[in-house]
């Protein structure tokens, strides 16, 4: 069966430091993967998507930059946070084609101070 | 664009109650549905899907139907329980055979009380 993990779950982070969230997913190969952001008390936003390795669109302009090194594997990084960077991050995977579900990792709480 | 919207919260409900989440959605072509539940602290779990028009998801007593005539897939369970206390989120599907990315509501909470 397939698993997805995030790390790390929790983290607190100055102003002005860099961050990496690493998401990998185990059981399937080639899968769509995605980067959502769920602020305090809003619903989700879609960050970035990938449908391969080294392929990155983005959704929203903004201080963050995603990556896809391997197949399976998905990272969010900053080289400078920014207070409103805070939220809830969420790793998420598909396979491709219509209808398919949208599964998602144990989400990673980050809080800029 | 596509775009979905969801009665807001928080809805407070006695255990035992029916509970009705309303979720009407705009979208161009035609759209999976899905309804996500995420508990406290935790990441969005699928809670049930349907692909076409007129199909009813269900799972863990709830359920919803696609109805396409006033675009909308509202979810329902006969007796609520302490254990649904969660922020529930309704979503569609939008994109082309190529890529998809799922379109989500604002999440509705609910709060079951013994």
């Known amino acids: 069966s397939q698993t997805i993990h995030q790390w790390p779950a929790t983290l607190v982070q100055p102003v002005g430091s860099p961050l990496s969230l690493e998401c990998t997913v185990e059981?399937?190969?080639?899968?769509?993967l995605y980067w959502y952001r769920q602020a305090a008390g809003r619903g989700l936003q879609l960050l970035f998507y990938s449908v391969g390795i080294g392929q990155i669109s983005s959704e929203v302009p903004q201080n963050l930059s995603a990556s896809r090194p391997q197949d399976r594997q998905f990272i969010l990084s900053s080289k400078k946070l920014l207070l409103s960077d805070s939220g809830f991050y969420l790793c998420a995977w598909s396979m491709g084609g219509l209808g398919n579900t949208i599964y998602f990792g144990e989400g990673s709480w980050l809080t800029v101070v | 664009g596509d775009s979905v919207t969801q009665m807001e919260g928080p809805v407070t409900l006695s255990e035992e109650a029916f509970l009705t989440i309303n979720c009407t959605y705009t979208?161009?072509?035609?759209?999976?549905l899905f309804w996500y539940v995420q508990y406290p602290g935790e990441g969005l779990q699928l809670l049930l899907k349907?692909?076409?028009?007129?199909d009813k998801g269900s799972n863990k007593g709830f359920e919803a139907t696609y109805r396409k005539e006033t675009t909308s897939f509202h979810l329902e369970k006969g007796s609520v329980q302490v254990s649904d206390s969660a922020v529930y989120f309704c979503a569609l599907t939008s994109g082309n055979t190529g890529f998809q990315k799922l379109v989500f509501g604002t999440g509705t909470r609910l709060l079951v009380s013994p």
């Open positions: 059981g399937t190969s080639n899968p769509n």
């Open positions: 349907a692909t076409k028009a007129d």
């Open positions: 979208a161009t072509g035609y759209p999976s």
